[in-house]
């Protein structure tokens, strides 16, 4: 009997032991290298979560926007960086590099071999020099390991004149550096301009060696000087080196930590690495990265789809990044996130998944917003280095906050919040209209749309009528009801370019830039496939494109467009029809389906349209064609600029099976690949999508219980699935008539 | 015959020895604290020409916009200051007290006596420590030397928290210290707001001490560490002390370097004080000081009126600062001058006697707002910490180019200042509309004058009608005529505001207020005598005062009020009827003479004005009137707010005798007070003012000759003196027709 006990106790600690040490590392699928080849411009480096330092290599080519290249020399490894902007350069700051020999502060850049990267390890091996780099990295820290040859001169280079400069340049404004004794330096780089256009920030840093360099020196401006430990900041570049004798000990390794406040912070800062272990600061890197990535948990799907899924999750968190504490310019209790690059980019699904996994996440990053606000005049639509810039299209930051307010996220100041919105709809903020706030505002108030006079009139007049209904949205919520009316109102502007005498492909009426006495722009000089940059009336899209953005309205669109039928015909040409445009205009969208730039966000809501007719099933073989051919685990694995994990945003929703009407109670179900996903939310309830025979062929719903009801609604609400929930499809590899019958998601026009 | 030639040459060599020991030392002159009370708020501590760094007491009073307040203790002695503004405060950095005793880093301020000042040389005692202290500056250094009872516990508190805030307040961002060795401490202070509601700024700074320290620590947040080394930066205010043992020497002297780009750079500053001798540091700053003051030698006046004038230069001189090598926002090779505090109120008078005595410096000042343009958006109207901010009026820079410009300055790019100036008159700033540029823009380049719907609409239509004739000024100069043309149309733009239907005491027509749809402001809500700050349809002034504010259209105003001799009469009536208005308005201009508020800018060209119509002895009579009585060499001897030396340069081209309308090539005659006034250009020619009988009575022209001829007109152009000139007037004590029938100035209305 005892003897029964004890083997039943044993068992029992053993099964508990097995559960204890069986907890997935789910970063073991995900590869920081997909994307950052191709365009994608990802960031292969090492980082935590949201990390404010990200270190990882620098290449001396043009395609560098995260630093890396496929091609070319490594110049170095650096302390920030930015992921996936296809936007001119910034950061780039603090670069560290390993060199033996003579020491030449102009000329030290090498070939490379090896190079690979996982969660919270960066690796590469320098072939110029025969030395072997590992990076990892804290939220500020970051630990070097370099392993030489054997020689008395192994260089450590510390270049505080070298920042990423491609193109829409970094300008150089300053550095200092000093050797502060035989294993330590610090100093800084200020850096202005860059993709931003913002004004000179700093990067202070303090490194520690692991033990004493044998003789050390400093330059400025190319210039070296042996022995001499500071150079002062005369606005020229300025670096130190340090030689060690790797005869018997070939392993060199670096602590450094960054700050953006001085160099007593940055020393600070590297308290985050205690010991001296690269393993343990990779290990750190794992536990932090797996508190978010085993928030979900997929099954049945294929490895490959698991490690684009997860890599896609990963690059949704690794930005905005936590400034907390590290704040140059206002002294404030609240949050502090930076590195919104750009909003316009990530409203659409990166902050809404955000907003489903860690809502007291998204909660710091809107009550940043609203403290940029309180004390750096506006919310960003973008922000980099301390400074708000630049605007793509809309305010909308609106968006995020409404995302917020609409998925009942806690913690956010909702009535200032309200307030910064309305600044953003009421105050021009004047000069370069590119910064902050609403440019061509003037006209849109007066006249109900920005008119021709103002660059990018069309993309603004569609945005500000989807962020004046994020205003009407949060008003409603909190009682406003005379700022809801107003504007509901004004959410109904983007009809006043609607064009209705456009006609193309045999589908009449397209959004047409319009001139500010009312008249259209005559069709000789403007077409439904026009686009370009800044300065063009549709910000990296055209007419045909964008005429399906109007997310606050969509039965208001359908009606315009000659309802369903036409409405469907229209979105079937769009995904069908070879683009017809001149490839030479295709800046931002050279991968297309059809005419669909999924590589570019102005497309991402669309393949979800078929949802706002009850045709669910078309929705599901688009949003399945995409994720099959433009998805890889390669480096060039995702099909546009990932955009701050935009791109990962879009793939991990509708590799769920549904996304999101940002800044809208509404979820559009598309169709899951993976047969059973367990979402554990913040509050601990578990959602769960389950899709029976899901696979490559069994892309679309044949039937759907929710929590073991019949569910017929091709869309569902936050509510119901915030406190837990579950999906049970069942898959087919025939369009069923499911989600035909169910009611339509809510639109402006359809709602009280 | 031998001895009577050596006793010749003995003679002539006496007699040049005696020249050259004669040379006048100027600075005895000056007295800093002549303004510093009664509102002057000019600044008493020691500083060089343009200095950057601005050493002198902070007092815990609320009245410290300069630091200075003669009630209160004495906090301590900071780096930074401004002179004469009396707005919100600005700097106050980088605080150092001497104590006794305990360190308690929240108690340590002080009674005063024999407190005074001379040209590079602060001095007073501390009651509380039984403490003397002295201070001296350089360009970026400043050296303290502290008499100290005999004790073992002398301490030198250095205090990174402290900053200037009485109102529109200063806001405390973050700081660090770092104790380097038993001599020597770094760091920064790091501050945002104030006066220019500006971005934060931060002041580095390097101490080094003459002796080593027996005990050192360190507080954060008022906590004290004992023996502790270094603080951080967590938004919190630390600070550093130093204990020396006085019972042997009693003396500790400190240098203090400050930067505003980082330690190393305040270190490298430090070198400009290369020995322990205050003495040679005052010996330094009178030197420097006098290369200005001995351009201007006056002769025949009391030496009363001698310490007014030359304390009046000194103040002149004593800011816009040089920030050459201090920019932390971007490299260039332009000059870099800042704290432009506010051009309202420095382009009347200030600048153009800069451009008089050293227009490379006025070159080097246009250079700096030019580069300011092209790196930070728009010129400035107000400049200060690196940062625009904020606006008066109208876009005044526009009048420190054209100054420039007609007074023929050499080394200024022109074209780029023309671009800039065209850019305030067609951008509009946005957002906040009192950082720079020119608000309500929109209004008047659409209706020809900013409306009631925008705050400071009659002063802003008024002065940037101003503008525009300087735009248009440089415009044709440079031969660009249809900006010209354009420009001085809009020069106009001031007529849109005449009310010829507004009555007051006689006189009919003034400058009103004017809604958006063209209507006036009734005449019940809105009076000749009302007026107010920023949000008032007249800034800091009156319709009955700024109705005479055409300067760059005298000719069309005199018409409009009804021809020459109306004119005079409301001038008359200005100058003598006591002001009606409430008192509790007169915010701005408590000192009056008559309804002519002399303590304030506004009024500043209105005493000249007699000169646009031919009737010149009535300048003479109110000039001298003011002169006498408002202008005194006690601490309160300034009318108004210094505002950088507004009140100095008002007085000095007064007691010279003539008086700019700035940004045209044109001197108005007034009435000089020394019998002789030699002014040596910078180009080495001179320029003697000879005022035969001039004297208390004396105060009327008689005559005039001009290089020996006989010289009539009341006003005469910069090219009339820039190679040197001699005017030779008589003065009686009776009104001449002198001047009565010459050539009037030159209006715009009466020009080609």
Not at 718 to 746: C, Q, R, Y
């Amino acid at each position: 009997m005892k003897k029964t006990i004890l083997i039943f106790i044993f068992i029992f600690l053993f099964l508990n032991l097995r559960t204890y040490t069986q907890i997935t590392d789910y970063t073991k699928y995900v590869d920081p290298f997909i994307g950052a080849d191709g365009g994608g411009y990802t960031f292969p480096g090492a980082a935590l979560p949201s990390g404010m330092l990200k270190v990882g290599p620098d290449c001396n080519k043009l395609d560098e926007n995260a630093g890396w290249d496929a091609k070319g020399n490594i110049v170095g490894f650096s302390h920030t960086h930015i992921n996936g902007s296809g936007g001119g350069c910034k950061f780039g700051n603090i670069l560290f590099m390993p060199t033996v020999g003579e020491v030449k502060p102009l000329d030290y850049t090498s070939p490379r071999a090896n190079e690979y990267s996982e969660v919270g390890l960066y690796n590469v091996y320098l072939t110029r020099y025969k030395t072997s780099v590992r990076l990892s990295a804290t939220r500020s820290a970051a630990i070097h390991e370099y392993t030489f040859p054997e020689t008395d001169k192994a260089n450590v280079m510390i270049d505080l004149g070298s920042f990423l400069s491609s193109y829409e340049r970094q300008e150089f404004v300053g550095s200092e550096v000093r050797i502060l004794s035989d294993t330590e330096v610090e100093g800084y780089s200020r850096i202005r301009g860059g993709w931003n256009i913002g004004r000179a920030y700093t990067v202070y840093f303090y490194a520690k060696f692991e033990r004493p360099a044998t003789s050390y020196g400093t330059w400025k401006s190319g210039q070296l000087y042996l022995n001499e430990k500071s150079q002062f900041d005369s606005n020229e570049k300025t670096g130190a080196y340090l030689t060690f004798d790797t005869r018997q000990n070939k392993t060199v390794k670096v602590k450094v930590a960054i700050s953006y406040m001085g160099v007593n912070k940055a020393q600070y800062n590297i308290k985050e690495i205690p010991s001296w272990s690269l393993e343990t600061v990779k290990s750190n890197a794992v536990i932090e990265w797996n508190k978010i990535l085993k928030q979900v948990k997929v099954e049945g799907g294929s490895e490959d789809s698991k490690k684009i899924f997860y890599s896609s999750v990963y690059r949704i968190f690794l930005q905005p990044n936590n400034y907390k504490g590290e704040n140059p310019l206002w002294a404030s209790d609240k949050p502090y996130y930076s590195d919104y690059h750009a909003i316009w980019d990530t409203y659409r699904a990166t902050h809404p998944f955000i907003n489903l996994l860690q809502p007291s996440l998204g909660a710091d990053m809107v009550e940043s917003l609203i403290d940029i606000y309180r004390f750096d005049n506006y919310m960003p639509d973008a922000r980099t280095s301390h400074d708000n810039g630049r605007t793509q299209g809309g305010s909308n930051c609106d968006m995020l906050v409404a995302d917020a307010f609409v998925k009942g996220v806690k913690g956010v100041d909702y009535k200032t919040a309200l307030q910064a919105m309305i600044k953003n709809a009421t105050v021009p903020p004047g000069d370069d209209e590119r910064k902050q706030g609403r440019g061509g505002l003037w006209d849109y108030n007066r006249i109900g749309y920005v008119s021709t006079d103002f660059e990018r009139c069309g993309t603004r007049t569609l945005e500000y009528s989807a962020n004046d209904y994020a205003i009407a949205t949060v008003a409603k919520g909190l009682g406003e009801t005379a700022i809801y009316e107003k504007y509901k109102k004004k959410a109904s502007s983007w009809e006043n370019l609607w064009n209705p005498e456009i006609e193309n492909m045999g589908f009449k009426g397209f959004i047409w830039p319009r001139k500010s006495d009312g008249t259209w722009v005559d069709t000789t000089k403007f077409n439904v496939f026009a686009s370009g940059s800044l300065e063009h009336p549709f910000y990296e899209t055209f007419s045909w494109e964008y005429s399906f953005y109007a997310p606050q309205d969509m039965s208001r669109l359908i009606e315009k467009m000659g309802g369903k039928e036409t409405f469907i015909n229209r979105l079937d040409t769009y995904f069908t029809k070879s683009f017809p445009g001149k490839l030479g205009e295709l800046l931002f969208y050279t991968k297309l389906v059809g005419m669909c730039q999924i590589s570019n966000e102005p497309s991402f809501l669309n393949p979800s349209l078929y949802c706002y007719v009850n045709e669910p099933y078309k929705t599901a073989k688009i949003v399945r064609q995409i994720l099959a051919t433009q998805y890889t685990s390669g480096r060039d694995g995702v099909p546009g600029n990932d955009d701050s994990g935009s791109m990962g945003a879009w793939y991990a929703f509708h590799a769920l099976g549904f996304y999101p009407n940002a800044g809208q109670d509404v979820y559009l179900i598309s169709s899951p690949i993976f047969q059973k996903s367990t979402i554990t939310l913040e509050n601990g309830k578990q959602f769960v999508i389950i899709a029976k025979n899901a696979d490559e062929k069994n892309i679309y719903i044949q039937s759907c219980l929710l929590n073991g009801k019949p569910f017929n609604n091709c869309w569902f609400r936050h509510a119901d699935i915030a406190n837990g929930a579950t999906f049970e499809f069942v898959m087919g590899d025939k369009p069923s008539t499911w989600g035909s019958n169910g009611e339509l998601p809510p639109s402006m026009s359809n709602q009280k």
